[in-house]
Nanobody, 125 residues
């Protein structure tokens, strides 16, 4: 089992920045790849970013490419999502997730085994 807890969400003006954190406990964090997803009211869950177990490879959803950066610090059992140039359409609940395939950066939420409870990000225009 892996337990994931997100933090860092909040209210920010358009053009601003936020950094989300995801602290993992339980099984060895560095044996899992990690992803961030988001879900806005009335919309399907959307892939934001993924990172392999050692941070060697990353991938991003088209809507955040060039604005968001995913990273991880395995010594701290923590993953991060740096979000810059935020837009109102980035408003959503953001979830981190862990994938037992350490080499994956999959955009398919069904590939992820463990999920956090989510953190709300609201961008005002």
């Amino acid at each position: 089992q892996v337990q994931l807890v997100e933090s860092g969400g909040g209210l920010v003006q358009a053009g601003g920045s936020l950094r989300l954190s995801c602290v993992a406990s339980g099984r060895t964090f560095n044996s899992y790849s990690m992803g961030w997803f988001r879900q806005a009211p009335g919309k399907e869950r959307e892939f934001v970013a993924g990172i392999t177990y050692n941070g060697g490879r990353t991938s991003y959803g088209n809507s955040v490419q060039g604005r968001f950066t995913i990273s991880r610090d395995n010594a701290k059992n923590t993953g991060y999502l740096q979000m810059n140039s935020l837009k109102s359409e980035d408003t959503a609940v953001y979830y981190c997730a862990a994938n037992a395939n350490p080499y994956s950066t999959s955009s398919d939420y069904a590939q992820y085994n463990y999920w956090g409870q989510g953190t709300q990000v609201t961008v005002s225009s």
